[in-house]
């Protein structure tokens, strides 16, 4: 366990570790946070369309209940391994389990500065932490860190070496079902009424970007298909590119 936390994590994580505690407090006030950024009228239109008053969807619950779920059962299997087994070998795994949770951590690091900096009213009118949606960039960060994992697993699993239609079905079921749940969160964000379009565009971008950064860092490998996320301006106002190359 002592290696696979010195392989994982290094000195900056300190320093993050820090701010992700003190980031539980709203340390800057609503009228002195320093950048404002309204709704686009698009937005405006599509939450009228689109957000059902007083909704709760289940994408709306606590964004961490379902990954927590899923570190703590991966870590009861590699610590009774390890107890059961004493030749058991569980550094891979409780790398990938400190790679799940410093995913998390910079994630809602990230989520939570930037929403103590913007202001921005929700659709709903509750507060002005609109600015990024965090539900869905925990999700897509938690989705993009499990089927990197997922997918290198059944690259390696030699079993399937003879059959890869059926790697490819499962590899393409992994990616629907992890970025099928979090665009549902997404979508569900936009119809409780509680984040616009962009909010959720940016959520998605940054969970996908941390996902995939911090598993390259932990597992020391490359991605292939890597998003290359761009954000321009128009005179039509601002504009979200994401391209996928698989």
Do not use: C
């Not at 619950?61 to 087994?85: T, V």
């Not at 990230?110 to 869905?136: A, C, E, L, M, W």
């Not at 994992?149 to 399937?160: C, K, M, N, Q, T």
């Amino acid at each position: 366990m002592l290696e696979s936390f010195n392989d994982v994590f290094s000195w900056y994580d300190g320093p993050m570790f820090l701010v992700y505690i003190l980031n539980t407090h709203d340390i800057i006030p609503d009228d002195m946070k320093p950048i404002a950024v309204g709704p686009l009228a698009a937005e405006q239109a599509l939450a009228r369309e689109l957000a059902v008053p007083g909704s709760s969807s289940l994408g709306s619950m606590d964004p961490f209940r379902i990954p927590n779920m899923i570190l703590m059962a991966r870590s009861a299997h590699a610590l009774g391994r390890g107890l059961i087994d004493d030749n058991a070998d569980i550094r891979g795994e409780m790398r990938g389990i400190l790679g799940l949770y410093k995913t998390l951590v910079y994630t809602e690091v990230i989520t939570k500065t930037v929403k103590s900096t913007v202001y921005r009213v929700r659709p709903n009118q509750s507060d002005t932490r609109s600015f990024f949606s965090g539900h869905t960039s925990a999700t897509f960060a938690a989705s993009s860190y499990l089927n990197r994992e997922i997918d290198d697993a059944l690259l390696r699993w030699s079993v399937l070496d003879d059959y890869p239609l059926l790697r490819t079905t499962l590899r393409g079921s992994a990616f629907a079902a992890l970025y099928g749940w979090a665009s549902y969160v997404g979508y569900s964000r936009m119809r409780d009424n509680h984040h616009y379009l962009l909010d959720v565009l940016i959520g998605a971008a940054i969970g996908t970007l941390m996902g995939n950064f911090i598993y390259d860092s932990v597992s020391g490998s490359g991605s292939d298909y890597f998003p290359d996320i761009g954000i321009h301006s128009s005179e039509n106002g601002p504009q979200l590119s994401v391209t996928v190359a698989l």
